[in-house]
């Protein structure tokens, strides 16, 4: 490794745990007389609350970009273990990055540039950065001889394809997956291709076709028959539209829902950035419905908003 890495060399990103935190709701109500995107987040806070008090309530979870890499495995872990999640919705990268450390792989911490120099003896260090993490290629040998060692049926629904991926993990492993399967989470991934597990199956079973559309009519089937759905979004994305969709064709439109994001150009378009207000038109939301758009590095929101949902639950008010 090259002398501008030698002071991460090896030392891993630690995928953290947050505990249930009294101070955190004093934080919180303090922040909801406040302003801006303190408010926000206490909204966020008092909403997901709701969520889960509400017995009738489907909490769907919308989880984009790549936060395992960064340190956000076991706090997704703990917002399924703890039943803060009835349906998962992720990217390709957040199981191929969940599945990397479930094997004892880790990713690293390192630098953020913008020196393509670099960048270019990154890469024959043999290692890939997002932004301040790298990933090293070994990840990728160890995952392709990993899966080499079970079977899996080729014309399966995504869904339980990624379930029999789960199934494999050690059930020690603070995996996603792992804890997906074993309580029968629903774990949806509209765009699965997009991603080096997707690869790494289709190098393994040339004649895969895992059953897209199936997923689909599931996703649609959920929304349609849930009362009162509750909609938590880290980031935005195919995860945010794939929920959101759902719910503009189904009887009842989202109720509660949060995003977390870091888009802000509402001007350019984008779903990502899109306001919530705009989702009402769509009827994704429901326009008597409660929402809160906060923009801000879900890396802080979501430990928060674990932290807090945690103390609640501990207090006996969920």
Not at 76 to 88: A, P, T
Not at 199 to 224: C, G, R, S, T, V
Not at 297 to 316: C, F, H, N, R, V
């Amino acid at each position: 490794m090259k002398e501008a890495n030698d002071n991460y060399q090896g030392k891993a990103v630690k995928q953290a745990t947050f505990p249930p935190s009294a101070d955190i709701v004093q934080i919180v109500e303090s922040w909801d007389n406040m302003g801006f995107n303190a408010k926000r987040l206490a909204r966020a806070c008092k909403i997901y609350e709701k969520m889960c008090q509400d017995k009738e309530c489907v909490k769907f979870f919308a989880l984009s970009g790549a936060m395992v890499p960064v340190g956000m495995q076991k706090v997704v872990y703990d917002f399924i273990d703890e039943g803060f999640i009835d349906v998962l919705v992720t990217t390709g990268a957040n199981l191929t990055h969940d599945l990397a450390e479930a094997l004892g792989d880790h990713h690293l911490q390192g630098h953020a540039t913008e020196d393509k120099q670099t960048d270019a003896a990154l890469h024959e260090d043999e290692l890939n950065r997002i932004y301040d993490v790298y990933m090293p290629n070994s990840i990728y040998e160890n995952m392709e001889d990993w899966i080499g060692t079970w079977k899996l049926d080729p014309k399966s629904s995504l869904k339980e394809a990624i379930w029999e991926v789960g199934k494999h993990l050690p059930q020690d492993s603070k995996s996603v997956l792992r804890i997906c399967y074993d309580k029968q989470i629903p774990i949806y991934c509209p765009a699965f291709t997009d991603s080096g597990l997707g690869m790494q199956l289709m190098f393994k079973y040339p004649n895969i076709n895992l059953n897209h559309f199936e997923d689909l009519n599931e996703m649609i089937n959920k929304a349609w028959d849930t009362k009162v759905p509750g909609v938590f979004i880290c980031g935005g994305g195919v995860p945010k539209n794939f929920i959101f969709q759902a719910m503009q064709f189904s009887p009842n439109s989202a109720k509660f829902v949060v995003q977390i994001t870091t888009d802000a150009q509402v001007s350019a378009g984008g779903l990502s950035s899109a306001s919530l207000s705009e989702a009402v038109s769509w009827g994704k939301i429901n326009a008597k419905g409660e929402s809160s758009q906060v923009h801000l590095d879900a890396t802080i929101a979501m430990p928060i908003i674990l932290s807090y949902l945690k103390q609640k639950k501990l207090e006996g008010t969920l």
